[in-house]
C-alpha cells in the first residue's frame, strides 16, 4: 500500500522545483546577465597589452645582445631605458647594466603572466566558460579558478613585481634618493601585508562554507 502511494506521488504530486529546466530568463534578469558581455572589450584591450609588453621585450633584448657585441646606440639605448646613470660614461656593458636589464625583462615577464591571469581567469568567472577541460594545455590553476582564488593569486603576483622594481631600486641605488628608497621599501610592505589579509579572508571564507556542508 505504501509503495501505491509513493508511486502516485512521484506521478501527480512532484515538486517541479526538484527537476529544473533551462526555462528562458524574464527579460529583465536575462538583460543583467547579458551585460557580462560588456567586458569583452576590455579583455580584448589586455589583450592588446600583452603584444605591446611583448613588442617592448624583444626591442630590450635584441638592444641587450647589440650591446653585448659592442653596439653603442644599442648601449645608450639600454643605459637610457633603466635610468641607469654613473659618475664616469658608461662605453660597454657591466654586470650592473646586465643585471638591471635582465632585471626589467624579468618584470615584463612578470607583468604579462599577469595579465595572462587576468585576461584567462577573469574572463572564465566572470563572463563566459572556456571549455579547456581537457585540453592538454589548460592551466592547473584555471580548474580550481574563483573569484577569492584570482584575488589571492593576483595579491601573490603584484608582491612578485613590486619585489624586482624593489631590488632594481636597491642595486641603482646611487640614483635615488633616501625618500624613495624608503617609500618603496614600505609600499612593498604594505602590499605583502594587504596580500597576507587577502589570503586570511580567503581561508576565513572557505572556513566558513566548509562548515555549512
Same mark, same amino acid.
Given at each position: 500500500? &505504501?509503495? /501505491?502511494?509513493? =508511486?502516485?506521488? !512521484?506521478? #501527480?504530486?512532484?515538486?517541479?522545483? $526538484?527537476? *529544473?529546466?533551462? &526555462?528562458? /530568463?524574464?527579460? =529583465?534578469?536575462? !538583460?543583467? #546577465?547579458?551585460?557580462?558581455?560588456? $567586458?569583452? *572589450?576590455?579583455?580584448?584591450? /589586455?589583450?592588446?597589452?600583452?603584444?605591446?609588453?611583448?613588442?617592448?621585450?624583444?626591442?630590450?633584448?635584441?638592444?641587450?645582445?647589440?650591446?653585448?657585441?659592442?653596439?653603442?646606440?644599442?648601449?645608450?639605448?639600454?643605459?637610457?631605458?633603466?635610468?641607469?646613470?654613473?659618475?664616469?660614461?658608461?662605453?660597454?656593458?657591466?654586470?650592473?647594466?646586465?643585471?638591471?636589464?635582465?632585471?626589467?625583462?624579468?618584470?615584463?615577464?612578470?607583468?604579462?603572466?599577469?595579465?595572462?591571469?587576468?585576461?584567462?581567469?577573469?574572463?572564465?568567472?566572470?563572463?563566459?566558460?572556456?571549455?579547456?577541460?581537457?585540453?592538454?594545455?589548460?592551466?592547473?590553476?584555471?580548474?580550481?579558478?574563483?573569484?577569492?582564488?584570482?584575488?589571492?593569486?593576483?595579491?601573490?603576483?603584484?608582491?612578485?613585481?613590486?619585489?624586482?622594481?624593489?631590488?632594481?631600486?636597491?642595486?641603482?641605488?646611487?640614483?635615488?634618493?633616501?625618500?624613495?628608497?624608503?617609500?618603496?621599501?614600505?609600499?612593498?610592505?604594505?602590499?605583502?601585508?594587504?596580500?597576507?589579509?587577502?589570503?586570511?579572508?580567503?581561508?576565513?571564507?572557505?572556513?566558513?562554507?566548509?562548515?555549512?556542508?
Amino acid at each position: 500500500m &505504501r509503495s /501505491l502511494i509513493h =508511486l502516485f506521488q !512521484l506521478i #501527480f504530486m512532484a515538486d517541479p522545483v $526538484q527537476h *529544473p529546466v533551462n &526555462r528562458p /530568463l524574464r527579460p =529583465l534578469p536575462a !538583460l543583467v #546577465f547579458a551585460s557580462r558581455w560588456l $567586458q569583452v *572589450p576590455l579583455y580584448l584591450g /589586455l589583450i592588446a597589452a600583452q603584444g605591446v609588453y611583448v613588442v617592448h621585450f624583444l626591442v630590450e633584448l635584441w638592444h641587450l645582445i647589440q650591446a653585448a657585441f659592442g653596439d653603442q646606440h644599442a648601449l645608450e639605448a639600454l643605459v637610457n631605458a633603466i635610468g641607469y646613470k654613473s659618475s664616469v660614461p658608461v662605453t660597454a656593458l657591466n654586470e650592473t647594466v646586465i643585471m638591471l636589464v635582465v632585471l626589467a625583462l624579468i618584470d615584463v615577464v612578470m607583468i604579462s603572466n599577469l595579465l595572462i591571469m587576468v585576461i584567462v581567469g577573469g574572463y572564465e568567472t566572470f563572463v563566459s566558460r572556456l571549455n579547456l577541460e581537457g585540453h592538454r594545455d589548460q592551466p592547473e590553476w584555471l580548474s580550481h579558478v574563483n573569484a577569492s582564488v584570482l584575488k589571492v593569486k593576483l595579491a601573490l603576483s603584484i608582491i612578485g613585481i613590486s619585489s624586482i622594481h624593489l631590488l632594481k631600486t636597491f642595486i641603482n641605488a646611487d640614483n635615488y634618493s633616501e625618500k624613495v628608497l624608503i617609500a618603496q621599501t614600505v609600499i612593498h610592505a604594505v602590499f605583502l601585508l594587504s596580500a597576507m589579509a587577502i589570503a586570511y579572508t580567503d581561508k576565513l571564507m572557505s572556513a566558513a562554507a566548509h562548515n555549512k556542508h
